[in-house]
């Protein structure tokens, strides 16, 4: 507000015996109503809290736009996420300029900015980073750069990278594959592909960054609008990054993971018939690192209702992260088992699972692939 938003009242007549004339009383009173005016325009319209929400728990920062924010359903994923840190005994403090979310979520705290694409991300995460120093960074970026110069936004994406681990070199970096957006899947799968080589590059350099396979982790069915997930869609990109997470020691607290696991569903005493599953494995490999991408298909006739998929990592390989799945233990004789929202694998269809992983020369695949405990043909 101005004070020529201000209506002009008439000056007050002069009273008998002013000494004072009347141009010089208005001067005055015009005087106090421009400063009045100007201390209320002065005053922020308040949208956030004076100071931001901490339980001195492990600094993580969610990062990103809207979907970050959570349109659509205020909060968004962070809601979810909340719940499962409480849940499996973690104090986590999310940290940002940003405050929004529903009463049940207890740190509002976050920077997602709607509408942003990755360079408006990149030209301010300096700043935030040093107001807040994150131990963790939860990144999902792009979706908005799928509108405009889709082919330079990996490029761009490698940038912001750069930024957050050179100027926050401790802090574990999570970089997301963007959810599904209708009407430009071949834009953001292009895109997404290019996302494990950025990743995989750093990591090899020695920087603290780890994949997390979002896309694959939702569906269209998961939008509200066909970019924006639902409700369901935030519990599953939730649990997607909870899993993540959980693979790495010391980016949500303690040295190792408190002892619960993720939500699983126990696998069948019945196995299914020998024939029953194929695998693909498909491995992309650079220096002293890899990332791994398994598409299980259930082949039999009759649901998969929880699975375990076994097999054994070359000499020198160890997993360091994962998405989709759990991994137990790190290297040699392997176990995957589902999370909680891939429990189930219908008739003909297929699971995509994956791991990020280090190697000491041997960047090969394994041998043979049990589902249940049944051998499974490989592709």
Same mark, same amino acid.
């Given at each position: 507000m101005s004070s020529s938003t201000l209506d002009r009242p008439a000056p007050p007549p002069p009273a008998t015996g002013a000494t004072t004339s009347r141009p010089r009383r208005a001067r005055r009173w015009w005087a106090v109503l421009a400063a009045v005016a100007a201390m209320v325009a002065a005053v922020p319209i308040a949208t956030t809290p004076a100071s931001a929400e901490s339980n001195g728990g492990v600094r993580v920062m969610p990062l990103g736009d809207s979907i970050t924010d959570g349109f659509n359903v205020p909060g968004g994923y962070r809601i979810e996420l909340w719940q499962r840190f409480t849940t499996g005994g973690y104090r986590v403090d999310f940290v940002g300029s940003q405050f929004n979310g529903p009463a049940s979520l207890g740190d509002h705290d976050h920077q997602g900015h709607s509408g942003w694409t990755i360079a408006q991300i990149d030209a301010n995460v300096v700043n935030w980073l040093r107001a807040t120093n994150p131990r963790t960074v939860l990144l999902h970026i792009g979706t908005n750069d799928m509108y405009g110069d889709t082919s330079g936004a990996p490029g761009r994406l490698a940038a912001l990278v750069d930024k957050i681990t050179n100027?926050?070199?401790?802090?574990?970096?999570?970089?997301?594959?963007?959810?599904?957006?209708?009407?430009?899947?071949?834009?953001?799968?292009?895109?997404?592909?290019?996302?494990?080589?950025?990743?995989?590059?750093?990591?090899?350099?020695?920087?603290?960054?780890?994949?997390?396979?979002?896309?694959? !982790?939702?569906?269209?069915?998961?939008?509200?609008?066909?970019?924006?997930?639902?409700?369901?869609?935030?519990?599953?990109?939730?649990?997607?990054?909870?899993?993540?997470?959980?693979?790495?020691?010391?980016?949500?607290?303690?040295?190792?993971?408190?002892?619960?696991?993720?939500?699983?569903?126990?696998?069948?005493?019945?196995?299914?018939?020998?024939?029953?599953?194929?695998?693909?494995?498909?491995?992309? !490999?650079?220096n002293s690192g890899l990332t791994a991408s398994i598409s299980v298909t259930n082949t039999s006739s009759t649901p998969v209702n929880g699975w375990a998929l076994a097999f054994t990592l070359p000499g020198g390989q160890s997993i360091t992260s994962g998405w989709n799945a759990s991994f137990a233990p790190s290297s040699g004789a392997v176990t995957a088992r589902n999370v909680s929202y891939n429990a189930t694998i219908a008739p003909n269809t297929s699971v995509d699972v994956g791991f990020q992983a280090t190697h000491t020369g041997n960047a090969g695949r394994p041998s043979a692939f049990t589902l249940n405990g049944t051998a499974c043909t490989t592709v």
């Amino acid at each position: 507000m101005s004070s020529s938003t201000l209506d002009r009242p008439a000056p007050p007549p002069p009273a008998t015996g002013a000494t004072t004339s009347r141009p010089r009383r208005a001067r005055r009173w015009w005087a106090v109503l421009a400063a009045v005016a100007a201390m209320v325009a002065a005053v922020p319209i308040a949208t956030t809290p004076a100071s931001a929400e901490s339980n001195g728990g492990v600094r993580v920062m969610p990062l990103g736009d809207s979907i970050t924010d959570g349109f659509n359903v205020p909060g968004g994923y962070r809601i979810e996420l909340w719940q499962r840190f409480t849940t499996g005994g973690y104090r986590v403090d999310f940290v940002g300029s940003q405050f929004n979310g529903p009463a049940s979520l207890g740190d509002h705290d976050h920077q997602g900015h709607s509408g942003w694409t990755i360079a408006q991300i990149d030209a301010n995460v300096v700043n935030w980073l040093r107001a807040t120093n994150p131990r963790t960074v939860l990144l999902h970026i792009g979706t908005n750069d799928m509108y405009g110069d889709t082919s330079g936004a990996p490029g761009r994406l490698a940038a912001l990278v750069d930024k957050i681990t050179n100027n926050a070199p401790n802090a574990d970096v999570f970089v997301a594959t963007i959810v599904p957006k209708s009407g430009a899947d071949n834009q953001v799968r292009a895109y997404n592909a290019a996302i494990p080589g950025i990743v995989q590059t750093r990591a090899a350099a020695g920087k603290r960054v780890h994949l997390v396979d979002m896309y694959r !982790a939702l569906t269209l069915s998961d939008l509200a609008d066909g970019v924006h997930p639902n409700a369901t869609g935030y519990r599953k990109m939730a649990a997607a990054w909870y899993d993540a997470l959980r693979t790495v020691p010391g980016s949500i607290g303690g040295d190792t993971p408190p002892t619960t696991t993720p939500p699983t569903t126990t696998p069948p005493t019945t196995p299914p018939a020998s024939d029953g599953c194929r695998v693909a494995y498909t491995v992309n !490999a650079w220096n002293s690192g890899l990332t791994a991408s398994i598409s299980v298909t259930n082949t039999s006739s009759t649901p998969v209702n929880g699975w375990a998929l076994a097999f054994t990592l070359p000499g020198g390989q160890s997993i360091t992260s994962g998405w989709n799945a759990s991994f137990a233990p790190s290297s040699g004789a392997v176990t995957a088992r589902n999370v909680s929202y891939n429990a189930t694998i219908a008739p003909n269809t297929s699971v995509d699972v994956g791991f990020q992983a280090t190697h000491t020369g041997n960047a090969g695949r394994p041998s043979a692939f049990t589902l249940n405990g049944t051998a499974c043909t490989t592709v």
